[in-house]
């Protein structure tokens, strides 16, 4: 018998979820290796995008998740880092009462290359969490704690945000923006 490893656990037994294929051909979605937190999807379309171009592509695939879970779909790090293929809504939210095909929508930011996609091209991960339902109670003062009201980037931790806005709350070059013409987000701390 050998000696159990320290901080090793045994893996859980996983969550029953029910699933069905739209399209009768697409592979269901499966971990790529163990340990992994998503389950690859696939589109069941061809499909090219140009630079700055977005699709709405189907997986296939519509589930029925048990009342207090719902599935995110996130990225998959090899389409960003190699194509610069992104989410338009990342993390997608599937709620438990939802039984449509699940479809992603994905955007390609390179400047310069179109990227192609083929039927049952892995294109996104669906990760299963359960999720509480919480009780929302109104109160005229929320009690203090040690960020406060500090938003994006107050904790500092980089050296851009360090030099540009850090914790000094100052705005970032460009405006309350950081540049983005098209977004405004401004402090609703007075004086600030």
């Known amino acids: 018998m050998t000696a ?6 045994e893996p859980r037994p996983g969550l029953d979820v029910l699933i069905r294929r739209v399209d009768p051909d697409v592979p269901l979605p499966e971990y790529a290796q163990p340990g992994d937190a998503g389950a690859d999807l696939r589109t069941t379309v061809d499909c090219e995008l140009k630079p700055g171009e977005r699709a709405v592509l189907p997986t296939g695939v519509s589930v029925a998740l048990p009342e207090g879970y719902a599935a995110f779909v996130h990225p998959r790090s090899g389409l960003a880092a190699r194509f610069g ?3 338009v809504n990342a993390p997608g939210t599937i709620d438990a009462g939802y039984r449509g095909e699940i479809k992603v929508i994905v955007v390609n930011l390179d400047p310069r290359d ?10 996104a991960q669906l990760v299963v969490q359960q ?15 040690a960020r406060a009201g500090g938003g994006f980037g107050s904790t500092g931790g980089h050296a851009g945000l360090d030099r540009a806005s850090g914790t000094s709350g100052q705005v970032a070059e460009g405006g309350p923006t950081g540049g983005n013409r098209y977004a405004s987000v401004v402090s609703d ?3 600030q």
């Open 189 to 191: 701390r007075e004086g």
């Open 131 to 145: 999720v509480e339902r919480v009780r929302f109670h109104q109160v005229a003062e929320l009690p203090d704690s």
């Open 114 to 123: 179109s990227v192609r996609f083929e039927r049952f091209d892995r294109i």
């Open 4 to 9: 159990p490893v320290p901080g090793h656990r």
């Open 85 to 87: 293929v992104a989410l």
